[in-house]
């Protein structure tokens, strides 16, 4: 009998989304992107988050290569675009912009950038896409790269969802800190996901 899923498919996808992704790390930048809103505001902005990450993750699988083909977009092209969205978001959390109270009219940040592109980044994308292609296309296969998807998925929410707790540990003065060097950290992978297309540009021409 045929095994349900591929174990050996599941645990590579896994890990290596949940290294890009990096459930642990998004806790910083996840408190200071909703450093304004109440613990039942945050838990819900965690919810929309993963919900939007996850869709635009399956979005992708399902129909990215034929996207990128179509829009006549190569990979690097994308690390480039998401790299420069990752740094503006980097200069607002290094300049407090994202301390400032939201007006009413404002985009949800759980939205944007949060769900995409600091969850649902280039990097999270191209690694999901690369699973699809280096698999067989059988149902084992693509029953273990959903699930790893949607493991990877749980391990965000839960990291956001008890965000609060750490808040109060921290306080407002612990906050601010831990937001000045996430926004450091962001621009740094931000700067190396410019450089790695960079680099891919040149040794495609």
Do not use: C, Y
């Not at 945050?42 to 996850?54: D, I, K, S, T």
């Not at 980097?90 to 600091?118: F, R, Y």
């Not at 084992?140 to 391990?155: E, N, T």
């Amino acid at each position: 009998m045929n095994a349900v899923l591929d174990g050996t498919l599941f645990l590579t996808t896994f890990l290596t989304l949940f290294v890009i992704m990096d459930p642990p790390g998004t806790v910083p930048v996840f408190l200071a992107l909703t450093s304004t809103m109440t613990a039942k505001q945050r838990a819900r902005a965690a919810r929309q988050a993963v919900l939007v990450a996850f869709g635009v993750i399956l979005a992708f699988v399902l129909f990215g290569q034929g996207i990128l083909n179509f829009l006549h977009i190569s990979v690097p092209a994308l690390q480039a675009s998401g790299g420069l969205l990752l740094l503006l978001v980097a200069m607002d959390l290094l300049t407090g912009k994202t301390e400032e109270p939201q007006p009413s009219g404002k985009v949800n940040v759980a939205l944007v950038p949060l769900g995409t592109p600091l969850l649902a980044g280039p990097g999270a994308i191209v690694a999901s896409m690369l699973a699809v292609q280096g698999s067989d296309g059988s149902v084992q296969d693509w029953v273990a790269i959903l699930l790893a998807i949607l493991a990877v998925h749980l391990s965000l929410f839960l990291a956001m969802r008890f965000a609060g707790l750490i808040h109060r540990v921290l306080g407002d003065g612990g906050t601010i800190l831990v937001t000045r060097i996430a926004g450091l950290l962001l621009a740094a992978i931000a700067v190396q996901l410019i450089a790695d297309a960079i680099q891919a540009f040149i040794e495609a021409a």
